[in-house]
């Protein structure tokens, strides 16, 4: 079974320039997950889809982050422009939901974002 | 809102030691919490998942428990090895399938 993709693995921009990150979930995960962790830090939720609707957007800054999950499967999550403190790790992981409950959540690799 | 407390926040063993790293939440009203492994630079792997009904997992030399009534689960590690030393993270399933992070626990286990 294919893991959660997640590219780039790296990215350097500089202050005030746009970014893209790209996930891929597991084929049948209809929840899907944007956490961004922040060095020496837990993991921290962005974003969380529930196929192509979002559930919980709470923490996402509005003003820069934005995110999309078209067609319930592959998600994006972009930030423009981009300051010096959104350099972090953005992990994206997916869930199933089944008849009996939640199951185990998989993550990515992450994509290492430097501001610069 | 839940709080997730992981302590402490570092340790350093020698191998061959058991080690048991603590866990702690506020709220008591989960599905499931999750016990993963993070090396230096790379993503999160799922070691155990114990579901809110159940009190303990074990896989392999691991071996996760789980008392909703104190708020509290443990990860004991048995016969530590230099292989095990990474960051671990708890985190907790509630309602609407929101996963909350702990701050992590970084184990390096000397040779």
């Known amino acids: 079974e294919a893991g959660v993709a997640q590219s780039p693995r790296y990215k350097i921009i500089e202050k005030r320039q746009s970014v893209a990150f790209w996930c891929n979930p597991i084929?049948?995960?209809?929840?899907l997950y944007w956490y961004q962790q922040i060095l020496g830090q837990g993991p921290k939720l962005l974003i969380q889809f529930q196929n192509n609707g979002v559930v919980d957007d709470s923490q996402l800054p509005k003003d820069r982050f934005s995110a999309e999950r078209l067609k319930g499967v592959d998600s994006t999550l972009k930030i423009q422009p981009a300051k010096l403190e959104d350099s972090a790790v953005y992990l994206c992981a997916s869930s199933l939901i089944s008849t009996w409950g939640y199951t185990e959540a998989f993550f990515g690799q992450g994509t290492r974002l430097t501001v610069v | 809102k839940q709080e997730v407390t992981q302590i402490p926040a570092a340790l350093s063993v020698p191998e061959g030691e058991n080690l048991v790293l603590n866990c702690s939440f506020t709220?008591?009203?989960?599905?499931?919490l999750q016990w993963f492994r993070q090396d230096p630079g790379k993503g999160l792997t799922s070691l155990l998942l114990?579901?809110?009904?159940?009190r303990e997992q074990t896989s392999g030399r691991l071996n996760a428990s789980l008392d909703k009534s104190s708020g509290r689960s443990t990860l004991y590690i048995a016969a530590s090895q230099p292989g095990d030393s990474a960051t671990y993270l708890c985190a907790l399933r509630q309602g609407g399938s929101r996963l909350t992070f702990g701050e992590g626990t970084q184990l390096t286990v000397n040779p």
């Open positions: 114990i579901q809110s009904s159940q």
């Open positions: 084929s049948g995960h209809a929840t």
């Open positions: 709220d008591s009203a989960i599905y499931n």
